[in-house]
């Protein structure tokens, strides 16, 4: 596999940016974001949260492609603390891990509301 290496500048730092160093996802993901301003490092976590709770499987690919699938599975275990019940279920079939293992799950148990 062949990858085209683009640099572009950052006119703030004016410093090289290799295009590699980002996942390649849809700017409609992050309609609420500064697309070209995103520091894909730094917001890691709410990157990973918003492509598996709105991301097709092929976008959650390309998430482990960048990321790595242990740095998710780490994000998902101890880090991301809030996911919808539908994408907790999706993501336990995905990754092969047990609902009690992520941290979204052990907190919405442990959060549960009155019965009323």
Not at 22 to 35: A, G, I, S, T, V
């Amino acid at each position: 596999m062949l990858y085209l290496v683009v640099y572009m500048t950052d006119s703030k730092r004016n410093i090289k940016i290799d295009a590699a160093q980002k996942p390649d996802l849809p700017k409609e993901l992050f309609w609420d974001w500064r697309y070209h301003e995103i520091d894909w490092q730094k917001t890691y976590l709410s990157i990973i949260e918003r492509v598996l709770e709105r991301g097709t499987k092929d976008e959650w690919k390309e998430l482990i492609r960048f990321y790595g699938e242990p740095k998710i599975k780490t994000a998902l275990t101890k880090e991301i603390m809030y996911l919808p019940d539908y994408i907790i279920e999706e993501v336990t079939r995905y990754f092969s891990l047990r609902q009690e293992d992520l941290a979204c799950y052990v907190r919405q148990k442990l959060r549960r509301g009155q019965w009323i």
